[in-house]
């Protein structure tokens, strides 16, 4: 099983970066899909969620209107498209195949907003 995020990186204050997380070793489809961060210092939060079918969407207050999420079943990946970034989005983002039974996190990707 894995799940590798990519599209994290540098970017001025006003500026907007894609994620994705690309899943292998199990079936995607059949997986709610979730996106967290975490913070120098801070706890590890909910930043956008996604049905399996890509039905439902959710997300923080923290992001709404500015943060997309969005999954294509047929290339098992979920994207987390970042709009009007702001310096408190800063922080390590993951991705999250959640069931009932089982979890698979990834990695990360470092997201920095800063001039």
């Known amino acids: 099983v894995q799940l590798v995020e990519s599209g994290g990186g540098l970017v001025q204050p006003g500026g907007s970066l894609r994620l994705s997380c690309a899943a292998s070793g199990f079936t995607f489809s059949r997986y709610d899909m979730r996106w967290y961060r975490q913070a120098p210092g801070k706890e590890r939060e909910l930043v956008a969620a996604i049905t399996s079918a890509g039905g439902s969407r959710n997300y923080a207050d923290s992001v709404k209107g500015r943060f997309t999420i969005s999954r294509a079943n047929a290339k098992n990946t979920v994207y987390l498209q970042m709009n009007s970034l702001k310096p408190e989005d800063t922080a390590v983002y993951y991705c999250?195949?959640?069931?009932?039974?089982?979890?698979?996190w990834g990695r990360g990707t470092q997201v920095t907003v800063s001039s």
């Open positions: 999250k195949a959640h069931s009932a039974l089982v979890n698979y």
